[in-house]
């Protein structure tokens, strides 16, 4: 048992450095530094940059082009990519939708859908909330109806993360009503965004930016060849991308870095008026949610060395989810609490590129902090409510 | 970075992990608790002639030359047995001392009973007004001919009862707070001016106040340097702190996994109350407590392990967690027992004092939280 780093893994950590300082572009790095969102372009090109390196796919099995990389190696890439505020692969494609397919699609879908994904020339997004299922998802009600070599596709998928984005779209449909369980009956497929009759509704959620979406689906033909796997079994595979899922919103390595640059703030005097980290009651808050973090940190790393040795990541990942969500909402919070009276005008179009920057209220980004605290209520709701990831480990783990 | 366990301790978890399923049940703790020693003699015995005395010691002293992931894993079991065996007091308190300050004549005249089992020793580490701070050493030791005289008290000496010798800081120099110019002391336990007054603490433990006064100590019962004594008490109390929070880590697992059993037998209104979802997301909150705060607690050993320099500062993080999120993981197990969680007989209502006792021990959770803040500064 030992916290140091290999000689291999300090050097791995420098290349993964140096690639940073040189391959990650200076006007996205300015984006991200003055809160401006990134656009469809920004992400495909700084994750075709990913790809040229081979670092696209950290998790995949190498021979669909994963980096075959030690739990330690990826522990390393997602910290130096969080210290580099360098943000994440859109998950969609690459963490979702691709370990559906390669571990339960056939030879033709694997070479059809995987290339694409490592060299993000498509954009994937989910199909799974509908308005009438949120955390009861078996529930579902849109349909799919077998005419010859197509499925008949009707109903509406909602909380569709951009959407608007999209070129692809995996869905769980209801493909038989005649079942013993409600888990029965539900299949995954893939359909095209572009198939006449998909429409997307854009929804405004609470800080006031168009993120998530409703997918209706109007009597939408897909050719049967984009079932994954077999009619019906569709829960099951949902249910093992929902657990790949769950590890990766844990979001340990993102935190670390939001805290680290909260402290950094906090320690400047800002107005004029003393470092808010010298106020006692913030210096214990911000203390409490770190310690809660570096406990994370460890549950996160024993859980990927127990994958590592051949363990699929099982329902203690609800563990991360909760926990992993708690502590981004809590900081989401305290960011929001250091920015006093500038968490409060509403100015959203200083987030928006080609904003000109003299004209700014408040420094830096205070006035995005409060963005983020309301729109980050979604951490825990999203991906299976943080109250469903107590039931799953009451039943599953608790064995309740 | 590496999560799994050596051969040897392996053998260790199992050989003490086995020891407490086959031969350290409830009554026999409640048994061995309640003798006068407080514990029982012919099973710490069995502890040095397992070798678990001899853990942390170097092979040159006659140990086995472990570290602190040992002494943790140790401790870990020993919380799941509730054991009463003065493991902290004579191990890793007074044993450190000598083992970290002690010179060669020390070290041969004391640590070979104590790693044979044969004699005790006890670590005064507290002062009635000192609370937490151990750097608050009002004790005065003044320089007299041939060595010193020794004037005080001293609160919470645990294992007093029993000891040989005890290690006792007094202050050679500077003010009552301050660091330097503390000396600690070896001092024959049966030196005259050492008044005990000794107790049974909550937890089934016991511990005594001293009351020091002109208890002579020769040149030779210097344990390191003159004035210099602070960095060896903050080093064997952070270990100490470390083992109880190891100690808590395998109470608090216990606490959670005899509660889910006891929800799934408990039956009201005609089912199991674990079928209760109130119930049930508690008790998913307990295990999250418990997995988070076996996180730390390998961090914080394993921080320890390699000299890091903020080992204090993880060690006060841990001590915080268990003080807090371990703290209602043992609430939570008292509450969902109902009654019987409440009555002397079941062993429930023991862990949760133990553990309530390792919430004050060397620091409470408010206390280890500020000294984490002073430490990020």
Known sequence: MNVNFSADEIAFRDEVRTFLDEKYPQDLRDKQAQGIRWDREDHLRWQKILYEQGWAAVNWPVEYGGTGWTVIQKYIFANEIAEADAPDMIPFGVKMVAPVIYTYGNEEQKERFLPDILQSNVWWCQGYSEPGSGSDLASLKTRAERDGDHYVINGTKTWTTLAQMADWIFCLVRTSSDVARRQEGISFILVDMRTPGVTVKPIITIEGEHEVNEVHFDNVRVPVENLIGEEGKGWTYGKVLLQHERTSTAGVARSKFRLNRLRRKCGESLHGAAPLIEDRNFARKLAALEIDLKALEYTDLRTLAAVAVGKAPGPESSILKVRGTEIQQGLDALFMEAAGYYALPYVPDQYVAGFVQDERVGAGTETRTSLTYFNNRKASIYAGSNEIQRNIISKHVLGL | ?377
């Open chain 2, 1 to 377: 970075m590496d999560f799994s366990l050596s051969e040897e301790q392996s053998m260790l978890v199992d050989s003490v992990s086995r020891f407490i399923d086959n031969d350290y049940d409830f009554e026999t703790r409640q048994r061995n608790a309640a003798r006068d020693e407080g514990f029982d003699p012919a099973t710490w015995r069995q502890f040095a002639d397992l070798g678990w005395a001899a853990v942390p010691f170097a092979e040159d002293d006659g140990g086995l030359g472990g570290g602190p992931i040992e002494v943790a894993l140790l401790m870990q079991q020993f919380g799941r047995g509730l054991v009463v065996e003065p493991y902290l007091a004579n191990i890793v308190l007074a044993g450190g001392a000598l083992r970290q300050a002690g010179n060669a004549e020390q070290k041969s005249e004391w640590l070979g009973g104590l790693i044979d089992g044969s004699r005790h020793a006890a670590v005064a580490f507290a002062e009635p007004q000192s609370r937490f701070d151990i750097a608050d050493v009002a004790t005065s030791a003044a320089a007299v001919d041939g060595g010193f005289v020794i004037n005080g008290s001293k609160s919470m000496v645990l294992n007093a009862r029993n000891a040989d010798v005890f290690v006792i800081p007094a202050r050679t120099g500077g003010s009552r707070n301050d660091k330097s110019g503390i000396t600690l002391f070896l001092v024959p336990a049966d030196t005259a001016g050492i008044g005990i007054r000794d107790y049974a603490t909550v937890d089934g433990h016991q511990a005594a106040e001293l009351l020091l006064t002109d208890v002579q100590a020769t040149a030779t019962a210097v344990l390191g340097n003159i004035d210099g004594g602070f960095d060896t008490l903050r080093s064997i109390v952070d270990d100490a702190t470390l083992a109880v929070c190891a100690e808590a880590v395998g109470i608090m697992s216990t606490m959670h996994e005899k509660t889910v059993e006891y929800s799934k037998n408990r039956v009201q209104f005609g089912v199991p109350i674990g079928s209760f979802q109130a119930l049930q997301h508690r008790m998913a909150d307990n295990l999250i407590a418990c997995e988070q705060s076996y996180s730390l607690m390998l961090w914080a050993v394993m921080l320890k392990a390699a000299g890091a320099d903020d080992t204090s500062r993880a060690i006060s993080a841990l001590k915080y967690q268990i003080g807090t999120a371990g703290r209602r993981v043992a609430q939570e197990a008292v509450q969902i027992h109902g009654g019987m969680g409440i009555t002397w007989e079941l062993d429930i209502a023991h862990y949760f004092k133990r553990f309530s006792a390792i919430e004050t021990l060397f620091g409470n959770a408010d206390f280890h939280l500020d000294r984490y803040v002073a430490l990020s500064a």
